[in-house]
Nanobody, 124 residues
Framework: QLQLVESGGGLVQPGGSLRLSCAAS????????IAWFRQAPGKEREGVSC????????NYVDSVKGRFTISRDNGKNTVYLQMNSLKPEDTAVYYC?????????????????WGKGTLVTVSS
């Protein structure tokens, strides 16, 4: 059974940092592009960042550029999202998602497998 499990969410003050993890079970992430999405209350889900299967290509939504960093450790079968300088508007449920691809340097936001999400709350 293919599963993606997010962890690392929580409550943080504005300006603080969190690192989210997306761990895969039942399959290896080596051939999967992975993306992080978020959905804030009352808003549509948006793609935040993606990373190619070889880690060589990344993409960020404008609102998080310079603050968030996506990375992956295929040896640990895990993808990370380091979030710095957090703002209240970053509050959302964060999801990771994956899609198998032969294009090792490609990432986008069209995904096949989804985790259940982890809540990030930025508040003083």
């Amino acid at each position: 059974q293919l599963q993606l499990v997010e962890s690392g969410g929580g409550l943080v003050q504005p300006g603080g940092s969190l690192r989210l993890s997306c761990a895969a079970s039942g399959f290896t992430l080596d051939y999967y592009a992975i993306a992080w999405f978020r959905q804030a209350p009352g808003k549509e889900r948006e793609g935040v960042s993606c990373i190619s299967s070889n880690g060589g290509n990344t993409n960020y939504v404008d609102s998080v550029k310079g603050r968030f960093t996506i990375s992956r450790d295929n040896g640990k079968n895990t993808v990370y999202l380091q979030m710095n300088s957090l703002k209240p508007e970053d509050t959302a449920v964060y999801y990771c998602a994956g899609r198998a691809t032969r294009m090792v340097n490609f990432c986008d936001y069209a995904m096949d497998y989804w985790g259940k999400g982890t809540l990030v709350t930025v508040s003083s």
